[in-house]
C-alpha cells in the first residue's frame, strides 16, 4: 500500500517513493464501484477429522463434513487452524517415533532370523557330511597304500560299502593328514554346540522380537509409548547389542556357561534375575539359587523333556550359583534347584525375590569352570 498526494486530479507527492507506477494514477479512478462478481463467502463451519488411510492416521482439514467422527467442528476459522496444525504436526511426530521403533524391531527381527538360518544350514552341513574321525580311519587303515604328495585318493569306506574320494595335503604324510582329520572332529563337535545354542538364542529372540513388534505396531497414541518401553525392557535392556552387535543375544543379556552340551545362563542383578526366571526361562527348565541368602538365579535349559538333568550338570549349576551370591568365600553352600514352574514372583515383591513352592537342596563348592575363573 502507499499514500498518494493528489492536486486536482494530478499526482504531487507519494509517501513510498519506490512504487513509480504510483506517479501514473488517477485521482477519479478511485472509489468506483466494483463491478466484478463478488467471490463466494468463506463457509460457516470448519472440520477437523482423523482419518485412517494406508494403515495409518491422517489430521486431515475440511470446510464440509465428510463420512466419519470429526475431532472437531467450529464456526472460527482461527480456532480451526490452530487445532489443525497443533493436532497435525502431534501426529506426525507420534508416527515418526512409531516409525523409528518398529523399523528398529523389524532389523533385529531380520538379524536373528538370518543368523538362525545360518546356523540351521550349518547343522545340516555336519549331519550330512562324512564324519571327519571315520576319514581318519580310513587312511589309517591305507597307510601302507598311501604315498607322500598326493593331493586326494581314492580308497574303500568300510563304513559304506563303498569308495570315496578323500582329499590331503601332497606336503604332509598320510599320518600327519589323518591326524588333521581327527582334530576337524574335534571342532565338529565343538561347531555342533555353537549351532545349538545359536539355534537356541535365536529361535527365542525372534519370539521375543516378534512379540514386541506386533505391540509396536499396535500403539494408538503418544502416551502409550512409555508404558511400552516398561513393559519391553528385556529386549530394551540388551537394545543396543541385540539391535546393533553382530554377535548377540542372550549371553549379553545374562552369564552363559556350557557343561556337558546344556546352557546354564547366570543372572547380573536383581532386576536381572527378574528377566531371566520370569520372562527368559521356561516352565520346564531346571532353576537354582543359593538357599538363605542373595545371589544370582541360574537356570538351566532343557534338552528334551522326556530326559532328566544329568547330575554333573546340576552339580556344576548348582556351584555357579553358590559362587555369583553373598556366600561365596564358603567353602560349602546349600543350593535350591527345581523346576521353574514352581517359581513365582509374589505381589509387591522386590527386583529378584521370588517365592519357591517346591525344592531340594545340594551341599556344593562355590567356584567358576577354570577357563571362567
Known amino acids: 500500500s502507499n499514500l498518494v498526494l493528489f492536486n486536482e486530479n494530478k499526482v504531487i507527492g507519494l509517501?513510498?517513493?519506490?512504487?513509480e507506477n504510483d506517479w501514473l494514477l488517477q485521482k477519479n479512478e478511485f472509489d468506483q464501484p466494483n463491478y466484478e462478481q463478488e467471490s463466494e463467502p468463506m463457509p460457516a463451519h470448519y472440520y477437523i477429522y482423523a482419518m485412517e488411510a494406508e494403515g495409518k492416521r491422517k489430521i486431515v482439514f475440511r470446510f464440509e463434513p465428510i463420512e466419519g467422527i470429526a475431532v472437531m467442528e467450529t464456526l472460527v476459522i482461527f480456532e480451526a487452524l490452530t487445532f489443525f496444525a497443533r493436532t497435525y504436526l502431534a501426529e506426525y511426530q507420534f508416527q515418526l517415533k512409531k516409525q523409528v521403533i518398529t523399523g528398529k524391531y523389524q532389523q533385529a527381527l531380520k538379524r536373528q532370523q538370518s543368523?538362525?538360518?545360518?546356523?540351521?544350514?550349518?547343522?545340516?552341513?555336519?549331519?550330512?557330511?562324512?564324519?571327519?574321525?571315520?576319514i581318519a580311519n580310513i587312511i589309517m587303515a591305507n597307510l601302507h597304500v598311501l604315498k607322500k604328495e598326493e593331493t586326494e585318493v581314492n580308497l574303500f569306506d568300510f563304513y559304506r560299502d563303498?569308495?570315496?574320494?578323500?582329499?590331503?595335503?601332497?606336503?604332509?604324510s598320510p599320518q600327519k593328514n589323518a591326524e588333521l582329520y581327527y582334530k576337524k572332529a574335534k571342532n565338529k563337535k565343538l561347531e555342533w554346540e555353537q549351532a545349538?545354542?545359536?539355534?537356541?538364542?535365536?529361535?527365542?529372540?525372534?519370539?521375543?522380537?516378534?512379540?514386541?513388534?506386533?505391540?509396536?505396531?499396535?500403539?494408538?497414541?503418544?502416551?502409550?509409548?512409555?508404558?511400552?518401553?516398561?513393559e519391553t525392557s528385556f529386549i530394551n535392556s540388551g537394545s543396543k547389542?541385540?539391535?546393533?552387535?553382530?554377535?548377540?543375544?542372550?549371553?549379553?543379556?545374562?552369564?552363559?556357561?556350557?557343561?556337558?552340551?546344556?546352557?546354564?545362563?547366570?543372572?547380573?542383578?536383581?532386576?536381572?534375575?527378574?528377566?531371566?526366571?520370569?520372562?527368559?526361562a521356561k516352565k520346564e527348565d531346571?532353576?537354582?539359587?543359593?538357599?538363605?541368602?542373595?545371589?544370582?538365579?541360574?537356570?538351566?535349559?532343557?534338552?528334551?523333556?522326556?530326559?532328566?538333568f544329568p547330575a554333573?550338570?546340576?552339580?556344576?549349576?548348582?556351584?555357579?550359583?553358590?559362587?555369583?551370591?553373598?556366600a561365596k568365600s564358603s567353602s560349602?553352600?546349600?543350593?535350591?534347584?527345581?523346576?521353574?514352574?514352581?517359581?513365582r514372583k509374589p505381589k509387591g515383591a522386590l527386583p529378584g525375590q521370588v517365592k519357591v513352592e517346591k525344592e531340594e537342596v545340594l551341599l556344593v563348592e562355590p567356584k567358576l569352570p577354570i577357563k571362567d575363573a
Not at 15 to 19: G, L, N, V, Y
Not at 117 to 131: D, E
Not at 319 to 326: G, H, T, V
Open 15 to 19: 509517501f513510498r517513493q519506490a512504487i
Open 115 to 134: 543368523l538362525l538360518h545360518g546356523a540351521q544350514t550349518r547343522m545340516h552341513y555336519l549331519q550330512t557330511q562324512v564324519p571327519p574321525d571315520e
Open 162 to 172: 563303498q569308495n570315496i574320494t578323500i582329499k590331503l595335503k601332497k606336503e604332509w
Open 196 to 230: 545349538e545354542q545359536q539355534i537356541e538364542k535365536s529361535t527365542l529372540l525372534i519370539r521375543q522380537i516378534s512379540e514386541q513388534l506386533a505391540q509396536a505396531l499396535n500403539i494408538t497414541q503418544t502416551k502409550e509409548f512409555k508404558k511400552f518401553d516398561q
Open 241 to 280: 547389542n541385540n539391535m546393533n552387535n553382530e554377535h548377540g543375544q542372550p549371553h549379553e543379556m545374562f552369564k552363559l556357561f556350557t557343561c556337558n552340551g546344556y546352557s546354564i545362563y547366570v543372572g547380573k542383578n536383581a532386576a536381572n534375575n527378574d528377566q531371566l526366571t520370569l520372562k527368559f
Open 286 to 308: 531346571l532353576w537354582l539359587h543359593a538357599r538363605g541368602v542373595s545371589g544370582s538365579h541360574v537356570v538351566i535349559k532343557h534338552k528334551n523333556k522326556d530326559t532328566p
Open 312 to 326: 554333573s550338570v546340576i552339580e556344576f549349576a548348582a556351584q555357579l550359583a553358590a559362587y555369583y551370591s553373598k
Open 332 to 343: 560349602l553352600v546349600p543350593v535350591i534347584y527345581t523346576c521353574k514352574k514352581f517359581v
